[in-house]
């Protein structure tokens, strides 16, 4: 049976009328915490009902940290807000209407296939972005995307699970020694984005090889993948070795990499001291090294060569969402972001902006100012656009636009240390305006950064906890 679609109107109690904010990640959830509901009508739509606090989302895939401890559900941040778990999958411009599915496995008695729209007289495009494949095959059927903490839920599972299988009584040693841990970062040559750590725990299922693969890629930010590699390094290092210790010997982690250097973006003292870091971990860092394909159990290098793995994850940078890509507006080229002006109004076709319809974070690109799709940026253009249209909705002229001011790049090494460059990238005499730090106090500033950007006083007292319960009694290895 199918239902007829059924139609929400603009709000008339509300004097500036109605706000719809697409997504709950960074810059929508900043919107929704600080926007005036008695001047809008808000409405959040969104196929997930809480936020995730993505700078330690590699750190619960591990166990350093539970799930509970960087998510935040989002009706809890403005009552007065109304919240609709769903997908958006298409947008009338002209109309000012969204088209919307549910986001739920079974939508009740309405069925799960009943649509419905939803009228705005404001919108607000926060929806991020997937994971760019780049065209290699395989990647979805046999890999793991981490963007989410079901996917770190899973991976971290199946990290346990190919510890459980090496141990069999029915590994040969031939097997074992085979054993290996492999971390490659594809990254090809796009513009610095901010993407979520990718690795793969590799084994082979089959009699005649049993190897661990810890696989990368990604597309420039650094912020992610380096720290997810020296996580796992930690966690082999504090946790495995004691439970799993006749596996050790044959444990490698490796990384590759299509640029000629990793850690691009930072001060080349820093990239120098992370290279000895890794060297001394016993990492191999393999550069200029492309992928081909990925099939069940193995990748496939452009040479040729095949590396056999368990568990593939995949982070590669960011590539459009089916919501953008329905767009007809103005995109970049190569990114397909879709293009904002300095006030983050959504670009027509012909470079216009759009009175009332505004796109932020990972899908956006500001037109001739490029900003990296970090965690950073998207919050911090949330914050202006929050602050942007309670202006308006006090009819205060605000005539100064979004203006990035970057707050420093960070990237965990391994054994409570870390790198910190204060230089910004976004700034051509960035080089000459660096402060640099590395090693132990780096890492505290890396922790207490990350505590104090956390969202909510739950948060802030969950995370440290599970940071001293990992350190008294170490990483849970459970799987369930």
Known sequence: MVHPQRRWVTSIGKPRGRLVILGSGWAGLKILKGINTKDYDVVMISPRNHFVFTPLLASTAVGTLEFRAIVEPVRIHNKDAAYYQAWCDGVDLEKKE????????????LGTNTKFNVAFDKLIIAVGAYSNTFGVPGVVENGFFLKEIDHARRLRARIIECFELASEPTTSDEDKLKLSFQRQRHMPT?????????????????????NYTVTSLTSGSPNWVVPYQNIITDFIKDDLTKLYPQ??????????????????????KLQEYAMKKFSRDGIKIKTKTFIKEVQKHKIVLKDGS?????????ATGITETPLTKSLDVTKDKRTQRVITDD???????????????YALGDCAMIKDHPLPATAQVAAQQGTWLKKHLNDLAKFKEDKQPFTYHHAGSMVYTGSWKALMDRGDPTDPKHEN??????GRLAWLI????????????????????YWFLTWLFGRDISKF
């Open 446 to 465: 890396w922790r207490s950064a990350y505590l104090t950007k956390s969202v909510s006083a739950k948060n802030k007292a969950l995370i440290p906890m």
């Open 247 to 268: 596996l050790m010997s044959k444990v490698q982690i490796s990384v590759y990499d299509v640029a000629e250097k990793i850690l691009g973006g930072f001060d080349v």
């Open 190 to 210: 796009v513009s610095t984005s901010l993407s979520l750590p990718s690795w793969e725990v590799d084994q082979r299922e089959s009699s005649s090889a049993l």
């Open 433 to 438: 305006t660096r402060t640099n730090l590395s």
């Open 306 to 314: 095949e590396i056999p793995f368990g568990a593939l994850v995949w």
């Open 343 to 357: 006030f983050l109004r959504l670009l027509r076709k012909d470079g216009t902006p759009m009175q009332d319809v």
């Open 98 to 109: 969204l088209v919307c599915q549910p986001a739920l496995p079974d939508a009740g008695p």
